[in-house]
């Protein structure tokens, strides 16, 4: 019999024996959710609008805290600031655990720093935190390497001469280069095609993983593996990118100096070394491959999606634009750089860059968790390893913390005074023990970035703002801007 025959027979075997069992038991006591079927679970209650509307609808019949099955799987969810901070934040080592997006399962696996788990995580992460301060998440480090690839930007921009342009890839070139410089020691210039390429092959696996279809195959992974799919793109996209890493490290390798380490891959290197006889350490190839490829790919991607947002947001909203010079006119002038020592006399300005955060919700149900243990949570037992997901957006979109939370209004994060206030909900960047390594560096890029282009440029676009429609292009794992161009005006 042919081969491809056998497959298809294994498959449809595998197809009945799921349909027989139905959906796993999972011992302990889930919270309440839709009735699943068996394999399907709950697909025919999903909203065609994707995962972020069909959990909605499901929180305003089960609760805050609720159970769906994702095909066969059970899945915990938790919705609102309250659900989420109590899980993530008052018992955050029991949460701590997590877990990968199916579509990136077969690349990152249990490896790197964002995915791993238990003392390889903590390890990991530790010396991940470390070793990135060291080499320019330090506060005046990341500033000097921000201003300078600012202005590098503003050239870029002033080239425009006012022309329409579509902004993604220069916001992911500026965003890349920094975390570039801190794991790699260089950055690249705007026309390097490799580089471009690098950033292409991002930009498309952020797309494929948050569209329909890379939904529909966290649902039902363990039967569409083994078709064709957005999943063989995204590993396709990944596997190149992680080629380039491996040039990178190998050319390290060669020209590494132990008393001069320069940069993240260095420093891994010494640390390899240093523990080559110990067959239990963490610091061995894979790791270094995966966690330079989850730093490259968060420090490029989210910060990029948020700055092409919140200027897309700016065009919508000029009168917003425009008070935010206003502020940069009278606290940083013309004649110098922005600095993050401006940021404390800038209230308005850093109330809408949370507001864009908060709004633009890039990550909206959030980095999916697993508990690390048999866990009592709000009455139900939630048994060790099963998935929990944060929705974030819930936070980010809480009526009992934001007076309008659909609508953009920078007022969400002013008191009565003017000032900065914080606020309890948000949380772009998660909260609990698994927040996100980078947020130092994402909120420094931020500022910096956004003043510095207001500064020197009025935004304007050729459609008319009314016109203008701020609706996602995709909304699934990420949540991405619609495609548009916009005019740097020099000021």
Known sequence: MEPSVLLLLALLLGFLVLLVRGHPKSHGHLPPGP???????????????????????????????????????????????????????????AFSGRTTHAVAKPIFKDYGVIFANGERWKVLRRFSAVTMRDFGMGKWSVEKRIQ?????????????????????????????????????????????RQFLHLLNLFYQTFSLSSSLSGQLYELFSVFLKYFPGVHVQVCKNMQEILDFIEQSVEKHKVSLDP???????????????????????????????????????????TSSTTLRY?????????????????EIDQVIGSHRLP??????????????????????????IGVPRKVTKDTWFRGYLLPKNIEVYPILSSALHDPQYFEQPDTFNPDHFLDANGALKKNEAFMP??????????????????????????????????????????????SGFGRLPPEYKICFLAR
Do not use: W
């Open 35 to 93: 009735h699943p079927l068996p394999f399907l679970g709950n697909l025919l209650q999903m909203d065609r609008g994707g995962f972020l509307s069909s959990f909605m609808q499901f929180r305003e019949k089960y609760g805050d805290v609720f159970t769906v099955h994702m095909g066969p799987r059970p899945v915990i969810m938790l919705y609102g600031t309250e659900a989420i901070r109590e899980a993530l934040v008052d018992q955050a080592e």
């Open 310 to 326: 919140g200027f897309l947001i700016m065009l919508k909203y000029p009168h917003v634009a425009e008070k935010v010079q206003k």
């Open 429 to 474: 960047f998660s909260i609990g023990k698994r927040i996100c390594l980078g947020e130092g560096i994402a909120r420094n890029e931020l500022f910096l970035f956004f003043t510095t282009i207001l500064q020197n440029f009025s935004v304007s676009s050729p459609m008319a703002p009314k016109d203008i429609d701020l609706s996602p292009k995709e």
């Open 259 to 301: 008393n001069n380490p320069r940069d993240f891959i260095d420093a891994y290197l010494l640390r390899m070394e240093k523990e080559k006889s110990n067959p239990d350490t963490e610091f061995h190839h894979q790791n270094l491959m995966i966690t330079v490829l989850s730093l490259f790919f968060a420090g490029t991607e």
């Open 339 to 364: 600095t993050l020592e401006d940021r404390p006399k800038m209230p308005y300005t850093e109330a809408v860059i949370h507001e864009i955060q908060r709004f633009s919700d890039i990550i909206p």
């Open 148 to 192: 300078e690839e600012a202005q590098c930007m503003l050239d870029e921009l002033r080239n425009s001469q006012g022309a329409p342009l579509d902004p993604t890839f220069l916001f992911q070139c500026i965003t890349a280069n920094i975390i570039c410089s801190i794991v790699f020691g260089e950055r690249f210039d705007y026309n390097n």
